[in-house]
């Protein structure tokens, strides 16, 4: 049957990487010229698919006729009756197998219209066949891809029903082997017939619709070549008429329209001016200003244009004509009645024609003409709006305002990007003479080749990836993700699946599907930082997700895509880095910076708080160092915060400020001198030999206010106090003090510290 | 032992088969296989832990393959039994099972004699 077979009895195990190069090689042409004299003839490659329980499938392209042999799906619970069926069609077919209804779906979620003919069972576990069918109805698969329902349950309520789902013939068991796949083989053909008619038709649609857009476009350059009009008169018009509809419809519903129709506006736009064909040269490039009589021959071009459409001796009545029509005729009537050639008023103008209207003013204005020189974008705005060039719907001036912005871009852009279709247009009809392929076909084959490009980035990347549909409400993931997760590749109905709540959490769940919810099609990326539950542990991961938005007008949230990466040791680095430039090392402490920060933070979050700073140091520490070494003078400093911890209260601020200078901060009600002291008292006491003895200095916000300098810096001075008057004690910030020194931090450029034990 | 005699043996229709499948070597290939199925032990487990959806299953496929094979004995108990499994456990389902098993190790035997020989 097909060499495929024989090249896989050969070399099983290696359908080599290469492939994927010979075929985007087929695609250049000239480079593998070695192979070409053989394999024109007749060589074929075979793209080994593994479906997910890594069945080894084949699929073979014949290069010749680019025919890729069709493929089976029999989805069956039974291995016996799989097996049966593969028996008997398995020569001519490729076969696919599902055990369950799950994996049916995800297959032809994969697949999609790759799959020539699904044979499905009813009874099976997790998805029954009535399932597999539901969904593919709700995406439509049903109508590309035919089914043949084949079961034991012969009650006419299951024939019923499986007709009713759509499927195209029910065979129940036990079959005859030479009817099943008679009827399978007519059901395949039957089908290949339909999609050949319906390829053949949309090609051919494509191509009209290509040609008359070219002959419009041939046509309205005449008008313009003889007019003297820049060749991109008819370009600008077109974009500037699409930009404009659209922004009108969606302001008001009144104007919406299905797209077909916008595009035949569009496109008859570019006729606007075909009555100028009957008017003299003379007149058209008249240089000056045009006399009654001129600019009344002028005028006629509307009513020409229009009666030339209208005598077409054939095409009449088709719908392009008689938009055409409009616009011919009623491009130059202006909203308050006052244009030509009919004075129509309002809305008695067809919208078409006054959006054509705007869209030449603005365009005639800015370009240069032989009676005018080219005005600015903003002039020409300006005279728009301020109705120099007559009265347009006032609804459509909002819409003009609302878009002027963009037009100049818009104008440069698209007409950018229409010569560039042509050039697409010209490749393609090199690729369509060269591999005589239809070009539906050729883009089943472009998609094959992204999906393998897909897959192979996505199992080399090592991250999770995944995807949502939102009909039906299914993940598929990554092979590494679900590996990685401990979770099955589809998960049908994930928001109540306990799995993935058990993992996800309801919370994070909750936020993903909101976040991507809130989206929009043009800012559609969203990014998540959540802990989840990864076998038993919990770890930090980062989503990034896009939300995929359909075309429609309003748009719809089909789904995401995105994915999850383990962020956890680096978000641990990040905590430990904080915690460093935070804290002191030796005490775990907050640091002077940090306990400054949240100092100030606290008093600006409680304006009416009471406050209290004491800096305290400890006496003598100079003589731990000296008599008992530095490692002693360290322990008698944690010591000394072990003490300090337990004396204050959680809400409480400690500090280490400086070598064995001490900080703390606190919110009191009302006896602040109790609490000082009772901090004061419990931190004297002794460490081995040592005694422990500290001097207090203490301000309050009641006496120097809120800023933190000043409320530091007269704690200092309180301290200084202290230590002038012996140490071991404490004392409270007064007016007194005022002109004092201060231990830690000289001020007024006073380098007067006091030295005492340092 | 023929694949004739085996059918004779576990009391199916050789004939219907043959006129079905069209091809006596796939009968004999399949009939050969029926032992690898784990349908059977499924339903005894199932049964065993009381979860009948999954024996209703079990016994469905039993049924599917008998009569893909036309082992016409085991396909009639069988397909009683996945009736009265059908929703959830019925009153008969003992008895049924009972038949099962008997008409199971019947056509085990017979096609192990088969297999044995062939």
Not at chain 1, 512 to 527: D, G, S, Y
Not at chain 1, 548 to 569: F, L, Q
Request: with cysteine; glycine share 6%; net charge negative.
């Amino acid at each position: 049957m097909c060499c495929c077979s024989s090249f896989f009895s050969y070399g099983k195990t290696s359908c080599p990487v290469g492939l994927s190069m010979l075929y985007l090689n087929r695609w250049k042409g000239p480079l593998w010229s070695d192979w070409t004299a053989q394999a024109l003839s007749a060589y074929r490659f075979c793209i080994k698919m593994f479906n997910s329980h890594g069945r080894k499938q084949e699929v073979d392209y014949m290069s010749g006729k680019h025919s890729p042999r069709q493929t089976i799906l029999i989805a069956d619970d039974s291995e016996m009756n799989r097996s049966i069926l593969t028996d008997m069609l398995g020569d001519e077919y490729e076969i696919m197998e599902a055990e369950n209804g799950i994996e049916a779906v995800s297959i032809l979620q994969k697949y999609g219209n790759s799959i020539s003919l699904l044979l499905l069972d009813i009874v099976m576990p997790q998805m029954d066949g009535f399932g597999v069918l539901a969904v593919m109805n709700k995406n439509r698969w049903i109508e590309d891809i035919p089914v043949i329902m084949i079961s034991a349950e012969s009650a006419s309520v299951h024939v019923e029903r499986a007709y009713e789902l759509g499927v195209t013939d029910f065979i129940s068991r036990p079959f005859d082997a030479l009817i099943l796949h008679r009827r399978v083989v007519n059901t395949i053909l039957l089908y290949a017939k339909q999609k050949r008619l319906i390829d053949m038709v949309a090609d051919q649609i494509y191509e009209k619709e290509q040609q008359s857009s070219l002959m419009v476009d041939i046509l309205s350059h005449i008008v313009e070549f003889r007019n003297g009009e820049s060749g991109l008169h008819v370009l600008h018009i077109r974009t500037l008429t699409e930009l404009l509809l659209k922004h009108l419809a969606q302001k008001d519903s009144r104007y919406q329209m299905p797209r077909s129709q916008m595009s035949l506006i569009c496109t008859a736009s570019a006729l606007h001016d075909i009555g100028k064909i009957a008017v003299s040269s003379e007149i058209l490039n008249k240089p000056g200003r045009l006399t009654e009589e001129e600019f009344a021959t002028m005028k006629t071009h509307t009513l020409i244009g229009a009666s030339m459409l209208e005598d077409l001796p054939v095409h009449q009545g088709e719908p392009l004509i008689k938009i055409a029509y409009e616009i011919c005729r009623w491009h130059h009537e202006r909203y308050d009645g006052r244009g030509y050639p009919d004075g129509l008023k309002g809305d008695d103008i067809p919208i078409s024609a006054q959006i054509v209207a705007l869209a030449d003013v603005y365009d005639a204005l800015t370009s240069e003409r032989v009676y005018k020189k080219a005005f600015s974008h903003d002039t020409a705005v300006q005279m728009i709006l301020e109705g120099q060039c007559g009265q347009f719907n006032p609804l459509l001036m909002e819409c003009f305002k609302e878009v002027e912005g963009i037009l100049e871009e818009e104008l440069r852009t698209n007409t950018q990007a229409k010569a560039n279709q042509r050039q697409m247009k010209n490749v393609t009809e090199e690729l369509l003479r060269h591999e005589e392929l239809s070009a539906s076909e050729r883009t089943l084959q472009l998609l094959e080749h992204e999906r393998m490009k897909y897959s192979f980035f996505a199992d080399m990347s090592q991250e999770i990836q995944f995807e949502y549909t939102a009909a039906p409400s299914m993940v598929t993931l990554s092979v590494y993700g679900a590996k990685k997760l401990g979770m099955e590749e589809i998960i049908m109905d994930p928001h109540n699946n306990e799995k993935v709540l058990e993992m996800l959490g309801r919370d994070n769940l909750n936020i993903i599907t909101k976040a991507l919810h809130n989206t929009t099609p043009e800012q559609p990326v969203i990014k998540q930082d959540h802990e989840i539950r990864i076998n038993g542990q919990k770890r930090w991961m980062r989503t990034v997700g896009r939300a995929m938005w359909s075309a429609d007008e309003p748009p719809r949230y089909m789904g995401a895509i995105g994915k999850t990466t383990d962020i956890h040791d680096e978000r641990l680095r990040i905590d430990a880095l904080v915690q460093m430039a935070s804290h002191d090392p030796l005490t775990g402490l907050f640091n002077h910076n940090y306990a400054r920060e949240r100092i100030r933070e606290r008093m600006e979050l409680l304006p009416k708080g009471r406050f209290a700073l004491a800096i305290l140091d400890l006496d003598h520490f100079k003589d731990a160092n000296d008599n008992y070494g530095h490692m002693f003078g360290d322990h008698v400093l944690i010591y000394m915060t072990e003490q300090l911890r337990r004396c204050i209260r959680s809400g409480d601020i400690a500090a280490r400020v400086g070598g064995d200078e001490f900080l703390i901060f606190l919110e009191y009600k009302d006896n602040v001198v109790a609490a000082m002291d009772r901090i004061f008292h419990s931190l004297a006491g002794h460490y081995e030999d040592f005694k422990i003895s500290v001097s207090m200095g203490v301000a309050r916000t009641e006496i120097v206010g809120k800023d933190y300098d000043t409320l530091f810096h007269a704690a200092d001075q309180a301290l200084y106090a202290v230590k002038r008057a012996g140490r071991g004690q404490y004392r409270f910030y007064d007016d007194t003090m005022k002109e004092m020194l201060s231990v830690i931090s000289p001020i007024d450029g006073s380098d007067d510290k006091f030295v005492s034990d340092r | 032992m023929t694949l004739k005699e085996c059918y004779a043996a576990l009391e199916g229709d050789y004939e219907g088969v043959i006129a079905r499948l069209r091809s006596e070597k796939m009968v004999q290939k399949f009939v050969l296989k029926f032992l690898n199925d784990k349908s059977y032990e499924l339903l005894e487990t199932s049964l065993k832990e009381e979860n009948y959806e999954e024996a209703f299953r079990a016994a469905h496929t039993i049924k599917g393959v008998c009569q893909n094979l036309n082992f016409t004995k085991l396909y009639e108990s069988s397909s009683k039994l996945t009736e009265s499994l059908r929703s959830g456990k019925g009153e008969e389902t003992d008895e049924l099972l009972e038949q099962v098993r008997k008409d199971y190790q019947q056509t085990a035997d017979a096609i192990q004699a088969f297999g044995a020989e062939g």
